[in-house]
């Protein structure tokens, strides 16, 4: 049973515009999410979350926006950059108090985003 | 700072043997968690320790083994090793408080010949 799932396997973009990679879960109980960036050979790298009592949350270039009625949270690039080329996780979890739970990540399959110039 | 190591970066085992993993969280993090992933798929959640107590365990078999040290380092332990292990092995560490985000190793690739 998928929880967290990326429909989209692969994305393209043109250098500066904007990216937006999408992420549906199934769980109601998650409520800390956050997206992650894996190049190959190395780990995932950690680029941003959102609590569920928030929709938006911005760094710099990303933004991660949550609707929970819908169940579905997006990335934005904005401006996309070559360097921004490789796969994206999107990953929820629920945080709770304990944090046995919090660590606990289910993630989706990713989304391998390719940026041209 | 250092961010989380891992050793060995590559291994190559024979079915039936077993193998150790080992892990070194960023300093300061008192959590560390073990994930699995294979080609194509994200990572999937195997252990979690904090403060040296186990608090969560992933669906894996009991061939699957972990602890974790007074330095809060840790070690993951595959028995038995049958083909379907081959994978990524990461490590990833938190400060195990509410809404930590987990920060990962750059991982162990296993292959079970």
């Known amino acids: 049973d998928q929880q967290v799932k990326q429909n989209s396997p692969s994305l393209s973009v043109q250098e500066g515009r904007i990216s937006i990679l999408n992420c549906d879960y199934t769980?109601?109980?998650?409520?800390?999410f956050l997206w992650y960036k894996k190049y190959p050979a190395e780990g995932p790298t950690f680029l941003i979350s959102?609590?569920?009592?928030?929709d938006k949350n911005e760094d710099g270039r990303f933004t991660v926006f949550l609707n929970k009625s819908a169940k579905h949270l997006s990335l934005h690039i904005v401006p996309s950059q070559p360097g921004d080329s490789a796969v994206y996780f999107c990953?929820?979890?629920?945080?709770?108090?304990?944090?046995?739970?919090?660590?606990?990540?289910?993630f989706g399959t990713g989304t391998r985003l390719q940026v041209t110039l | 700072d250092a961010g989380v190591t891992q050793s060995p970066t590559h291994l190559i085992k024979t079915r039936g043997q077993q193998v150790t993993l080992r892990c070194s969280p960023i300093?300061?993090?008192?959590?560390v968690s073990w994930y699995q992933q294979v080609l194509g798929q994200g990572p999937q959640f195997i252990f979690q320790?904090?403060?040296?107590?186990?608090?969560g365990r992933g669906n894996f078999p009991d061939r699957f083994s972990a602890r974790q040290f007074p330095n809060y380092s840790s070690e993951l332990n595959v028995n038995a090793l049958l083909l379907g292990d081959s994978a990524l092995y990461l490590c990833?560490?938190?400060?195990?408080?509410?809404?930590?985000?987990?920060?990962f190793g750059n991982g162990t690739r296993l292959t079970v010949t």
């Open positions: 990833a560490s938190s400060r195990g408080v509410y809404n930590s985000p987990l920060h």
């Open positions: 769980n109601s109980m998650f409520d800390y």
């Open positions: 959102i609590s569920s009592i928030k």
């Open positions: 990953a929820a979890s629920r945080a709770g108090g304990d944090t046995g739970t919090a660590s606990k990540l289910t």
């Open positions: 300093s300061g993090h008192k959590s």
């Open positions: 320790y904090y403060e040296k107590e186990e608090r």
